[in-house]
Structures are given as structure tokens and as C-alpha cells.
Nanobody
Framework: QVQLVESGGGLVQAGGSLRLSCVAS????????MGWYRQAPGKQRELVAG????????????NYADSVKGRFTISRDNAKSTVYLQMNSLKPEDTAVYYC?????????WGQGTQVTVSS
């Protein structure tokens, strides 16, 4: 059974930082691509950042939404089956529920989400 458990959300002032964590179980984490999505009220869920397993490219590759480039950093610790999202210089428009995500041959999986609220 695949489980993704996020943590690290909270309330922060604009300009502040938060670090989200997602612990995965039930998957071969080291060979699995991972991603962070977010969904703000009244908006569609969107990809924030992704990180590849690195199994093909001999090193993980990352990609980011334009709106977070230069401010957010995605990383992974295969020994801990954990993917992180370091968020710096947060803006009120970053307020959303953040979800961890992965896809394998059996389907797509989501965590329960963690709320991030940025006050102005």
C-alpha cells in the first residue's frame, strides 16, 4: 500500500521560509520520480516542483513552475524515503494546500496535503 505523508506546513509572514517533507512508503522510493503540487482555494491543482529518481541520468533532475523558480528547492533523501520542498521568500500567493505526488505503473498517488498560509 502506497502512503505519502506530508508535514511542515504552517503560517508564515511574507518573505519567510518553510520546509515541507513527504515520507513515502510502499514504493521503491529510490527509483521513483516525485513531485510537489499545490491547490489554492478556487483554483486548479498545479505542479510546483518535480524531481527524478536519477536512476537513468545518474543524478536527479529537477523542474519548477515559473512562479517559484529561484525561491523553492526540491530535494530527496533516498535513505529516508523522503522528498523535501524548501520554500524561501514566500509570498501571499503561495498560500495553498501542498500535496506530495508520485506515479507508478499501478497508478497515481497523493498525500493528504499540508496547509501553507503566507500572510502579508
Amino acid at each position: 500500500q502506497v502512503q505519502l505523508v506530508e508535514s511542515g506546513g504552517g503560517l508564515v509572514q511574507a518573505g519567510g521560509s518553510l520546509r515541507l517533507s513527504c515520507v513515502a512508503s510502499g514504493i521503491y522510493f529510490s527509483i521513483t520520480d516525485m513531485g510537489w503540487y499545490r491547490q489554492a482555494p478556487g483554483k486548479q491543482r498545479e505542479l510546483v516542483a518535480g524531481i527524478s529518481s536519477g536512476i537513468i541520468t545518474s543524478g536527479s533532475r529537477t523542474n519548477y513552475a515559473d512562479s517559484v523558480k529561484g525561491r523553492f528547492t526540491i530535494s530527496r533523501d533516498n535513505a529516508k524515503s523522503t522528498v523535501y520542498l524548501q520554500m524561501n521568500s514566500l509570498k501571499p500567493e503561495d498560500t495553498a494546500v501542498y500535496y506530495c505526488n508520485t506515479i507508478n505503473a499501478l497508478g497515481q498517488y497523493w498525500g493528504q496535503g499540508t496547509q501553507v498560509t503566507v500572510s502579508s
